[in-house]
């Protein structure tokens, strides 16, 4: 291990050489990246039915940007349901060079959390190698942060999430992408790879998190990679079996989270009551349809997009000429290149991918901090915002204001959702706010909540003034939202309760608190959002 920790060390001062050189601009990456797409699917029936070849001559010979009207004018833009339908259903069926080259033999299951179909998203042989390359290049990016220790790169990585153990269909596996990808780790980083490989292969979530908890303090862990709220949990037991105080008292070398799927900074205090010494956070966002950005540098608030790694991105403007105000997407939308965008404005992601996505609608939206570097936030999702009545509240404004007013009143809110309520004539917004403490003022909560959230979105108090006459708020205890996920069967790391909860899943959550004594009288919850 101190010999691959060396070359480690090694990589990451020769990476950070390289990294100071100058680098093609995003346009110049992004362009080569979609010309190696073309070529790669040109033969596949996807790519002869449009003309892929016309649009790669256009791509090499044609003038700036001529290429990218033709791409957009030629390849619909697609969600889930319509390209699995005329495509990818074909793939799953074991037909080959439909999408992509070749017979996909991995697909990642994804229940977006607004739908309630199991997504089978492709994991090409393509996309795999894509994933570890930027996984690699994360790494590297270690190298920014002055104040690590040489031999933290001969410590252990601990890389909670979904069952290796995969799901055999005949003709294909299936099952999370964490498992997916953990069973494809390259053969040199497995000595550093924990829980390993038995325990991986557990499919009981609650069975991995008691063995990784038992054999916790026979490993040393320098990172721990996962979604906040399962790595959270997962540290809470090991704390509570072994009686200690934090952490750091069983690892003490550990440094580094990268962490992903949903934002951190609802679980920020809570978690860090759990260490003795301050963590350094790296976000990351890795979803079932490839490895799209990561935080690259210290003090960064934003992700850099990847765009010269087997993804080419679009941009879709998030506003009314785009969605209806359910989030749906409107036919011919405004679609823009890396270049095109600006900063501070929310955008809706389109994706081209190596797995066989195509103008792919992946249903997260994002915003722009720094365009020069391709540096974004996730704000959301196209269909988990509320627009009752014209508020655009989005979840990147929940998110903020629950982190705000939770440290104000001194709570730890791991997580919370939000449902759209008819009242009377005009609407209301029901919230459901998981707490750690027990002598929660409900009325207070609320009032603050709703102060914040005025202040955060100017829409937001224009429509509380007029259609928007009501806020509600159900305190909880965090027990019930997991408790929820495991009823389910979405238990684990590739899982995140929706902040936003629409039609038929309100009166299941409602159904649910009210069976298992977490309520007793709410308002009525109509579909209304």
């Known amino acids: 291990m101190a010999l691959v920790g060396s070359l480690l060390k090694k990589g990451i001062h020769i990476s950070n050489i390289v990294a100071n050189r100058r680098k093609a601009s995003l346009h110049i990456q992004q362009k080569k990246t979609l010309a190696k797409l073309l070529a790669k699917a040109r033969y596949t029936e996807f790519g002869e039915k449009y003309n892929f070849d016309e649009l790669l001559s256009s791509i090499l010979f044609s003038e700036k940007g001529a290429y990218y009207e033709l791409y957009k004018k030629t390849v619909p833009v697609y969600d889930y349901n319509k390209i699995f339908n005329e495509w990818w259903h074909r793939s799953l069926e074991g037909e080959k060079d439909i999408c992509w080259p070749g017979q ?9 959390t607004s739908e309630a179909a199991t997504k089978h998203i492709p994991v090409t042989k393509a996309m795999s190698r894509a994933i570890q390359k930027t996984s690699i ?33 005949d003709k294909h596996f299936e099952g999370d992408l964490s498992g997916i990808t953990a069973k494809q780790i390259p053969y040199w980083f497995r000595p550093y790879y924990k829980p390993g490989e038995k325990i991986a292969a557990q499919k009981d979530w609650g069975l991995k998190l008691e063995e990784i ?39 003490p070398n550990l440094q580094v989270f990268a962490h992903g799927g949903v934002s951190f900074e609802p679980y920020r205090k809570g978690f860090e009551k759990l260490l003795a010494r301050p963590l350094i956070y790296i976000n990351t966002y890795l979803a079932s349809e490839g490895f ?29 000429k785009n969605f209806d105000s359910e989030g749906t997407l409107l036919p ?25 996505s195509w103008r792919y609608l992946i249903g997260d939206t994002v915003k722009f901090i720094d365009k020069s570097k391709g540096e974004i936030v996730i704000t959301g999702r196209t269909k988990h915002y509320l627009s009752l009545c014209g508020e655009h509240l989005s979840v990147d404004n929940m998110n903020k204001a629950v982190d705000l007013v939770s440290d104000e009143m001194g709570l730890t809110v791991k997580e919370f959702t939000v449902c759209g309520i008819e009242y009377g004539s005009m ?21 603050k909540l709703d102060a914040k959230l005025a202040e955060l979105n100017d829409d937001y108090a224009v429509e509380r003034r007029h259609a928007l006459k009501e ?22 790391g590739q899982h995140k309760f929706p902040r936003v909860f629409k039609n038929f899943l309100m009166d299941d959550w409602k159904g649910f608190l009210e069976k298992n004594g977490y309520i007793k009288d709410e308002p009525s919850i109509n579909s209304g959002n």
Request: proline share 3%.
């Open 213 to 251: 908890t038992k054999q916790a303090h026979e490993w040393d862990i320098g990172f721990i990679v996962g979604v906040p709220a399962w790595i959270q949990l997962l540290m809470e037991k090991i704390i509570a079996h072994y009686k200690v105080n934090t952490i750091h008292d069983i690892w």
């Open 292 to 320: 799209i950005a990561y935080q690259t540098r210290p003090g960064s608030q934003g992700m850099e997009l990847v765009c010269d790694n087997g993804i080419f991105f679009e941009f879709i403007p998030f506003n009314e």
């Open 332 to 356: 011919d939308p405004e679609t823009l290149m890396v270049d095109q965008v600006e900063e501070g404005k929310e955008y809706a992601l389109l994706l081209s991918t190596c797995a066989g």
């Open 137 to 169: 290049r994360q790494i590297l990016s270690l190298g920014h942060y002055k104040d690590l220790p040489n031999d933290l790169y001969e410590k252990g990585f601990l890389m909670l999430g979904g069952s290796t153990n995969l799901n055999n269909q």
């Open 104 to 112: 996909i033999k991995y697909y990642a299951l994804s229940s977006g």
């Open 427 to 447: 609407f209301a917004h029901h919230w459901y706010v998981g707490v750690e403490e027990t002598d929660v003022n409900a009325e207070e909560l609320k009032t």
């Open 471 to 492: 806020v509600f708020v159900t305190v909880l205890p965090n027990k019930a939202f997991y408790d929820w996920m495991n009823s389910k069967g979405k238990m684990g």
